[in-house]
């Protein structure tokens, strides 16, 4: 079994910068990809940024230029930089990895989530 634990959100004012933390730990695992995911009140979970090692790094229209993606993949950890924030971008954000386990099957797990307030 894989843990995902994310670290990092809290409360902060627009135009601020807050960066979430994620790490993976457990049972044998090639990581493929790690990534952020968020859900805003009433709405569904979206993808913000992910870092792949076969596809690059993609991000949200909506973050691009703000948000900044960065893997370590030695460590099996993933950061968010996210600078400018709005009030949109409040939401509970959730780390992502997924890859095959020790049997070759693809697995993918989430963590916890942090929630992140964007508010003056």
């Known amino acids: 079994q894989v843990q995902v634990v994310e670290s990092g959100g809290g409360l902060v004012q627009p135009g601020e910068s807050l960066t979430l933390s994620c790490a993976a730990s457990?049972?044998?695992?090639?990581?493929?990809?790690m990534g952020w995911y968020r859900q805003a009140p009433g709405k569904t979970r979206e993808l913000v940024a992910v870092?792949?090692?076969?596809?690059?790094?993609k991000y949200a229209e909506s973050v691009r230029g703000r948000f900044t993606i960065s893997k370590n993949s030695t460590r099996n950890t993933v950061f968010l930089l996210m600078n400018s924030l709005k009030p949109e971008d409040t939401a509970v954000y959730y780390c992502?990895?997924?890859?095959?386990?020790?049997?070759?099957?693809?697995?993918?797990?989430w963590g916890q989530g942090t929630r992140v307030t964007v508010s003056s």
């Open positions: 992502n990895t997924n890859g095959r386990d020790g049997h070759g099957v693809f697995r993918n797990y």
């Open positions: 457990g049972s044998t695992f090639s990581i493929h990809a």
């Open positions: 870092s792949s090692n076969y596809d690059g790094e």
